[in-house]
């Protein structure tokens, strides 16, 4: 049955298909404008697969649908929501969990806190950000060296030498989740590359492989993501097992340890943390530094901003509330390279969006990329414009979609503090250049990805 969708590779169809079969929807779409399905059987998918992307097709269906739109995945009706007016009105109160945390969970079949009710939601939420203070707190000197020894690397390049974007900023991500998450054990490079290995294994395939079923056609792929996700849980089991009882409580998996979750449930978040956060890390790094190299005003209001806040000193976590301009830097980052395009909440009691009545267990799309590049909510939606995040309108916006404030997933706060390191040690000692001739494609996953590695050049800065 799935023969059709050969090659398609968003995330997000995987989690459209994993909540539904979770969660069995209502067969009405309750007269909402949108698609009529395509095949009886599969309904819209081969539309996805035909633009390249589910938020590229939302792009599309926004634009015929207007702001409220259906389509079918299968035989089963799905709502997408794509301005922040209708996001406003959307109240889901029974559903606190993160959707990409029950995404990731049920590609690697992990059923750990993705059954449990509003209570342990919060409860759970509350130790993993409890967790990333801690080990932000503990390691802040360890994050500083590691973008110290990234940044001397740049410095000793040639003026007109490439950097590799990707390469290099994931590298530092590796690094920096896999020693503040886990322990001091990574350290140890060897143990970093494993994780590399392993890391790439798993992510390409949950990616690809399940939609169109090729990897259970291929018994050596089948066989190398079996083996990567054994390894690395093996490996995740074997640090927590290392790390109990220890005095010093540093990582992300210490604060864990010391709650009431079972040894399989912190092997599971410790992976979906690691995941994730390598992931959300490295692009939000990669797109930073990106859009800095295209606008020298902009590197130096970041510059300013350090001489009239730092001075001389080099930034520390009590001070980076204090870098407005970055968090607006940053917050245009995620809003322009539509960060995380994408997000689910299942309709679990009957809701109304405008006139449309929503019936109970349905799947609700937020189209975020849409509502990122709205040109009702954003003036020049398509232009890196941090000064826009200076009006309140906007950031009440961003806060709503669940970029900032308590909405913020526990990955992209700690993205954000790495990220803040990084553009601060970067800004205060070089220049960045764009390279000439180089267009720069986004591939819109469940996280937006340079589709090729983006290059830069440095200077020093006088």
């Known amino acids: 049955m799935l023969d059709f969708a050969i090659f398609a590779v968003t995330f997000v169809i995987i989690l459209v298909g994993a909540v539904l079969y979770l969660y069995p929807s209502s067969r009405s779409a309750s007269g909402i404008p949108g698609l009529n399905p395509t095949e009886e059987k599969d309904g819209n998918i081969q539309d996805i697969v ?9 792009a599309c269906l926004h634009g015929q649908f207007g702001p409220v739109a259906s389509f079918w995945f299968g035989g ?6 794509g301005s922040v007016d209708q996001l406003r009105q959307h109240i889901n109160p029974n559903r606190t969990t993160d959707s990409f945390e029950t995404m990731l969970k049920s590609l690697l079949g992990y059923r750990s806190g993705m059954g449990g009710g509003a209570t342990e939601a919060v409860m759970r939420k509350k130790l993993y950000e409890s967790a990333v203070n801690n080990t932000l707190k503990e390691n802040f000197p360890l994050l500083l060296k590691l973008v110290e ?26 690094k920096a989740v896999t020693q503040l998450a886990l322990g001091d054990r990574f350290r140890n490079d060897a143990e970093v590359i494993g994780f590399r290995k392993n890391h790439e294994a798993i992510w390409s395939e949950i990616g690809k492989g399940y939609l169109d ?29 290392d790390r109990k009882g220890q005095r010093s409580q540093t990582a992300f998996v210490d604060a864990l340890l010391q709650s009431n979750l079972t ?17 959300i890390t490295a692009n939000l790094c990669i797109w930073a530094v990106h859009f800095l190299s295209t606008s020298e005003e902009v590197q130096e209001k970041l510059h300013q901003e350090l001489e009239d806040v730092l001075g001389s000193e080099p930034v520390s976590l009590d001070k980076i509330p204090q870098l407005r301009y970055f968090q607006q830097v940053l917050n245009e980052t995620v809003r322009t390279a539509k960060l995380t395009p994408i ?4 309709q679990e009691n009957e809701g109304k969006v405008d006139q449309h009545i929503i019936p109970k267990e349905t799947l609700v799309i937020y189209a975020l990329g849409v509502v990122l590049q709205d040109a009702d909510t954003w003036s020049r939606p398509y232009k890196f414009d941090p000064d826009r995040f200076t009006e309140d309108s906007a950031s009440k916006s961003f806060s709503l979609l669940g970029f900032s404030g308590s909405q913020a997933c526990p990955e992209l706060r700690f993205a954000y503090t790495v990220a803040t390191v990084v553009l601060s040690t970067v800004v ?14 986004a591939r819109s996953e469940l996280v937006s990805t340079p589709k090729d590695d983006t290059w830069i050049t440095v200077s020093k800065r006088s």
């Open 343 to 346: 997000a689910a909440q299942l």
């Open 76 to 81: 089963r009706p799905v709502v997408s929501l």
């Open 263 to 279: 040894d399989r449930q912190v092997m599971e978040d410790s992976m979906v943390f690691t995941l994730a956060g390598c992931v």
């Open 213 to 241: 079923g090729s990897m259970e056609k291929s018994s050596i792929r089948k066989e190398h993501y079996e083996s990567a996700l054994a390894e690395m849980e093996t490996v995740l089991m074997s640090v927590a097992k």
């Open 428 to 441: 205060r000692q070089l220049k960045l250049h764009q390279v000439k001739g180089q267009v720069v494609e």
């Open 149 to 174: 020894e990234l940044v001397g690397k740049w410095k000793s390049f040639p003026k007109d030498q490439h950097t590799p974007l990707c390469a290099h900023l994931l590298g530092l991500a590796m």
């Open 50 to 58: 035909n633009q390249g992307s589910l938020h590229e097709f939302l």
